[in-house]
């Protein structure tokens, strides 16, 4: 079994439509980060959260401890949006990774 | 601009070979990790150092090897020993273990053994 999951896997969306990716994990937590990877295979840091929410442009991430879940939202999608989203639970000094969700926004 | 470099982008190798894949970065991170991404599966970690002249194995390391003589520098080699190496090596590095901040990556490196 996987320390995290992330659903759905794949995801296609018609721009402009309202995105939510979730993430559940079974480990202990120091932090959770969302990342994105584009088709070049590139990754960058969207989130670092350890409680809460918080909201950067069109993103929004939200996490609760009790429930060891966290979701990724994106308001208003776009093309440009288009990109594996990735959920990462830090562990003390372990980070451990969900398989990701392929995200398709079409025009 | 700070961030990670990896080199070389692609990477061809034939059997028997062993590769080094490099890995700088200029953020004065004291931790760097190493991962191997296949298709349909979440990275997994090979090798990681918290500080210069230490660093652990991860969940994949039979076949790999690292060094960590600079704070800025993390080489990943390749050796034969490894029996599938064909794949994606993404290097990565947090301040703080990426409890107080980002976690950055490079851009990879694709490696195919031919």
């Known amino acids: 079994k996987n320390e995290v999951e992330q659903s759905p896997q794949n995801l296609t969306a018609q721009e402009g439509e309202f995105i939510t990716i979730n993430c559940s994990y079974s480990?202990?937590?120091?932090?959770l980060h969302w990342l994105q990877q584009h088709p070049g295979g590139g990754i960058v840091s969207l989130f670092m959260?350890?409680?809460g929410k918080k909201k950067h442009g069109r993103l929004i991430a939200t996490i609760n401890i009790q429930e060891k879940h966290s979701s990724l939202h994106i308001t208003a999608s776009h093309p440009r949006d288009s990109a594996v989203y990735i959920c990462?639970?830090?562990?003390?000094?372990?980070?451990?990774f969900g398989s990701g969700t392929k995200l398709n926004v079409k025009p | 601009d700070g961030g990670i470099t990896q080199s070389p982008k692609y990477l061809f190798r034939k059997e028997g070979q062993n590769v080094t894949l490099s890995c700088e970065q200029n953020?004065?991170?004291?931790?760097m990790y190493w991962y191997r991404q296949d298709p349909g599966q979440g990275l997994r970690l090979i090798y990681y150092s918290q500080i210069v002249n230490d660093f652990q194995k991860g969940d994949i390391a039979e076949g790999y090897s690292v060094s960590r003589e600079k704070k800025e520098s993390f080489p990943l080699t390749v050796t034969s020993a490894q029996k599938n190496p064909t794949a994606f090596y993404l290097c990565?590095?947090?301040?703080?273990?990426?409890?107080?901040?980002?976690?950055?990556f490079g851009e990879g490196s694709r490696l195919t053994v031919l």
């Open positions: 990565a590095s947090s301040r703080e273990g990426g409890r107080t901040g980002e976690l950055f």
């Open positions: 480990v202990g937590i120091s932090a």
């Open positions: 990462a639970v830090l562990n003390f000094n372990k980070f451990y």
């Open positions: 959260l350890s409680s």
């Open positions: 953020l004065n991170h004291d931790a």
